[in-house]
C-alpha cells in the first residue's frame, strides 16, 4: 500500500510540472515582445525589473531595482507555480504590489513561463 501511495505522489507531482514543461517557449518569446516589453526586458531595469535568471530568485530581490514593499516583504520564490499564480492576479497573490497587468489565458502564461525559463543567468 505504501509504494502504491508513493508511486501516486511521483504521479501527481510530474502532472503538475509538466503542464509548464509543456509551454512554447517561441510562442512565449512573442508573447514577451507583446505583453511584456512596455515595462520589463530580460536584461536591464525599467519600469518593472530585468527578467534574465528570474526562475529561482526571490520576489523583490533584483539588484537596482525599488521593488515595492509587498515585494520586499514576501517570501516568494519565483518558479512556474508562483510566477502563473503572479501573471493570473498579481494583487491577489502580493497584496500591494505595483504590478497592474495580469494574464487571463492559461496557455498564454504557460508559454510566458516556458520562455523565461530560457533566460537563465550568464
Known amino acids: 500500500m505504501k509504494s502504491i501511495c508513493y508511486l501516486f505522489s511521483i504521479v501527481t507531482f510530474l502532472g503538475s510540472s509538466l503542464a509548464y514543461a509543456s509551454g512554447d ?10 505583453r511584456c516589453m512596455a515595462c520589463h526586458s530580460i536584461d536591464e531595469n525599467l519600469a518593472g525589473p530585468a527578467h534574465r535568471g528570474v526562475i529561482g530568485r526571490k520576489a523583490g530581490s533584483v539588484s537596482g531595482f525599488d521593488s515595492s514593499p509587498a515585494l520586499n516583504k514576501s517570501k516568494v520564490i519565483w518558479n512556474e507555480k508562483t510566477i502563473d ?8 497573490f502580493i497584496p500591494g504590489q505595483n504590478m497592474g497587468v495580469s494574464i487571463s489565458d492559461a496557455k498564454e502564461r504557460e508559454d510566458l513561463i516556458a520562455y523565461l525559463k530560457t533566460q537563465t543567468k550568464r
Open 25 to 34: 517557449a517561441m510562442n512565449g518569446k512573442q508573447l514577451y515582445s507583446a
Open 85 to 92: 499564480q503572479w501573471l493570473t492576479n498579481p494583487e491577489k
